[in-house]
């Protein structure tokens, strides 16, 4: 198996569990992590910088993500997370309403 391969996996596996969003799955031709729901999650491996930038700029038609877990990295829980703020303000926004929900 390759790094990359190993990783994006590891992130698919990880989301899956923390989050318990059922059918994500790990595309190594495109580096994306498969949803059924409207995300696009790319995922990057490369410690430039600039890599992560380019996906960050993408423009897409669903809430973009855009993950970044390289060498350099000692854990998942290390690795960033970007996304535009157009596609960040309404996540935000989702949680705000539900934690405003839970304390009513």
Not at 15 to 43: F, K, M, R
Not at 52 to 80: F, P
């Amino acid at each position: 198996m390759g790094v990359r391969r190993e990783k994006g996996m590891a992130i698919t596996r990880y989301l899956t569990g923390h989050c318990g969003i059922v059918g994500l799955s790990w595309d190594g031709t495109c580096n994306q992590i498969l949803s059924p729901s409207e995300y696009q999650i790319d995922v990057t491996t490369s410690r430039k910088l600039d890599n992560w930038h380019q996906l960050l700029r993408q423009e897409t038609t669903n809430a973009h993500i855009s993950i970044r877990y390289d060498l350099g990295m000692d854990s998942i829980n290390q690795a960033w997370v970007g996304m535009q703020m157009s596609d960040f303000v309404p996540l935000l926004t989702a949680h705000y309403l539900t934690n405003q929900r839970g304390t009513e």
